[in-house]
C-alpha cells in the first residue's frame, strides 16, 4: 500500500501563488509517474500535471500550463505542484495520485484509470 498526504492548500486572491506538497509512504517509492488531478463543485475530477518519478517527463493541462509546474524530490519522495497566477477557476479539491503502472502511450497518465493510489485532496480556494 502507497499512502498519499497532500498538503499546501488555502485560500489566496486572484493572481497569487500557492505550492502543493503530496508526501509518499509505503511501499518503496518506485512509481513510475505521478500525478495531480482537481474536481471543482459540480464537476467531474479533472487532470492537471504528470511527471515520470525516473525521467521527470512532465505534461499540463492546457488551462494550466505556463502557471502551473509540477516537480519531484525523490529522496523526499515528495512531488509538489507550483501554482502561479491563480485564477477563481482554479478552485478546487487538489488530489495527489501515483501510478505503479507502465503504459506506453504516456496519455493514460492524463486519465484517472492510469493510476493506482490517491491522496485525500487539499482544498484550493481562490478569491475574486
Known amino acids: 500500500q502507497v499512502q498519499l498526504v497532500e498538503s499546501g492548500g488555502g485560500l489566496v486572491q486572484a493572481g497569487g501563488s500557492l505550492r502543493l506538497s503530496c508526501a509518499a509512504s509505503?511501499?518503496?517509492?518506485?512509481?513510475?509517474?505521478m500525478g495531480w488531478f482537481r474536481q471543482a463543485p459540480g464537476k467531474e475530477r479533472e487532470f492537471v500535471a504528470t511527471?515520470?518519478?525516473?525521467?521527470?517527463?512532465?505534461s499540463y493541462a492546457d488551462s494550466v500550463k505556463g502557471r502551473f509546474t509540477i516537480s519531484r524530490d525523490n529522496a523526499k519522495n515528495t512531488v509538489y505542484l507550483q501554482t502561479n497566477s491563480l485564477k477563481p477557476e482554479d478552485t478546487a479539491v487538489y488530489y495527489c495520485?501515483?501510478?505503479?503502472?507502465?503504459?506506453?502511450?504516456?496519455?493514460?497518465?492524463?486519465?484517472?484509470?492510469?493510476?493506482?493510489?490517491w491522496g485525500q485532496g487539499t482544498q484550493v480556494t481562490v478569491s475574486s
Open positions: 495520485a501515483a501510478a505503479y503502472t507502465y503504459y506506453s502511450n504516456s496519455a493514460y497518465y492524463t486519465e484517472e484509470f492510469g493510476y493506482d493510489y
Open positions: 509505503g511501499r518503496t517509492l518506485s512509481s513510475y509517474a
Open positions: 511527471i515520470t518519478w525516473s525521467g521527470g517527463s512532465t
